[in-house]
């Protein structure tokens, strides 16, 4: 049983009339009445654990988004409920500051009636989020007692990751058309087959004139050549402790995943196959097999519940799980750091093994702020930054240019900027015949 304020209230005013009253009398002329009178509220409240709660709404959103869930309050009983009820989930499932107005309801319902709440959520965490409890406050009639009790209702709500990059995707896709349909290569790769025969003109590659159609005619007859659909890419996510790190506001995990949607989804409509793969000691999640407008839901599906692990990647098990996905040619996007011990310690010894068999893309996410550091004049702890960020960047240019010694095309770019610039390497590699 819980008393309300009213009723504290009327105990604190009958104190002070029995502070006026002499003996027993004046005790039992107060406390009698209210003591009735809590005891016939709280007969008259509704009974809260015959309450039938059920949850209905939104399933998933993406992050930064909001969710509405749906509760169901249905009153068997043959007494009407005046409640107040709270709708319990965690701290991340709502903006900081909300969590205590946005969870709590206040509803009557008729005896053998039901009614509908909605609970407004606005998760700021990845992964799946669910309710503790729902906890409802039963009053009586005259507001003096009230019953409580709670019920369990599962649910769960999953937070996706949230594709800021898909803006990009139209203008991606146009370079694409343009490529596959209005722009042919006169150079034949490794991922290229031929389209047709044209005339030569001043500036062509005189390795693509065919010799045996320019005999049948009178004119000079090149090869042009487009890319070829159904390349294979993997995309392996490094899950180890780098990738806890935040740039900006954002993990570097985070930041790679956005990039690596737009990637899936730009090469996905280009009719080629993209499989996924988390791994830092193990594999934490993979996506294999999905084709054409599957593909992407998986992906998104499979990023959400993943997290940093803050442990060393095993860059030799990761490299052999790589191989073991892709048994052919593919393109392997590997979205890692570049920092230089872990580099030149586990990524360096292992790939060329990948480059052997596979064209390698690796992507790191680059802190916007040794930039600013770097541009730092004027005092003497300005001076310092500058100083330490010339380190970092020279050392950072100093791994890639020996990741493209071994073949490796190397993207790094900030949070904002590296959906794209993966993208545009992705259409490069295409537009090469590298794939």
């Known amino acids: 049983m819980a008393l309300s304020g009213r009723t504290a209230l009327l105990a604190a005013a009958g104190a002070l009339v029995v502070g006026l009253l002499p003996g027993w009398g004046g005790i039992l002329t107060v406390a009698v009445p209210l003591l009735a009178a809590v005891l016939f509220d709280l007969a008259r ?12 709404g939104a399933t ?17 009983s043959g007494r009407p409920l005046r409640a107040e009820l709270r709708d319990a989930w965690p701290p991340s499932s709502w903006r900081p500051g909300t969590s205590f107005a946005a969870s709590r309801h206040r ?63 139209p203008g991606k896709l146009a370079r694409l058309r343009e490529l596959d349909g209005r722009t042919t290569l006169l150079t034949r790769g490794e991922g290229t087959e031929f389209d047709s025969l044209r005339d030569y003109v001043p500036g062509d590659d005189v390795r693509s004139i065919d010799w045996r159609a320019t005999a049948r005619q009178s004119t000079v007859a090149v090869r042009t050549w487009r890319p070829e659909r159904d390349r294979h890419l993997l995309l392996v996510l490094d899950t180890g402790r780098t990738s806890a790190g935040r740039v900006g506001d954002v993990p570097r995990l ?79 996007v590997l979205f890692t750091g570049l920092d230089t011990a872990p580099v030149e310690s586990g990524l360096l010894p292992v790939l060329p093994q990948l480059t052997h068999r596979h064209t390698v893309l690796v992507v790191a996410v680059a ?69």
């Open 254 to 332: 985070d930041a790679a995943m956005d990039a690596a949607l737009l990637l899936t989804a730009l090469a996905s409509q280009a009719g080629d196959r993209v499989d996924l793969l988390a791994f830092d000691r193990v594999a934490r999640t993979s996506v294999r097999g999905r084709t054409g407008g599957d593909v992407l839901p998986a992906t998104v599906a499979a990023m959400a519940r993943l997290e940093p692990a803050l442990v060393e990647t095993d860059t030799r098990a990761m490299a052999a799980a790589a191989l073991a996905t892709a048994p052919r040619r593919s393109l392997i």
């Open 367 to 435: 802190d916007p702020r040794v930039a600013e550091m770097a541009a730092a004049r004027g005092t003497v702890p300005g001076v310092y930054e500058a100083a330490a960020a010339a380190q970092h960047q020279a050392e950072r240019e100093r791994i890639g240019d020996r990741l493209r010694r071994l073949g490796v095309t190397v993207v790094e770019a900030g949070p904002e900027e590296l959906p794209p610039a993966v993208a545009d390497a992705y259409i490069a590699l295409k537009a090469a015949g590298k794939l």
């Open 107 to 169: 509803l009557t319902v008729p005896a053998g009636e039901r009614r509908r709440l909605t609970t407004s959520l606005a998760p700021t965490r990845r992964g799946d989020h669910r309710p503790v409890r729902v906890t409802v406050r039963s009053h009586g009639p005259l507001g003096l007692a009230a019953r409580q009790g709670s019920h369990a209702v599962p649910w769960t709500l999953r937070v996706l990751p949230p594709f800021t990059s898909r803006k990009h995707l």
């Open 45 to 56: 409240a509704a009974p809260v654990r015959s309450l039938r709660v059920e949850r209905s």
């Open 60 to 76: 998933s959103v993406r992050l930064g988004e909001d969710a509405e869930i749906t509760l169901t309050v249905t009153n068997p």
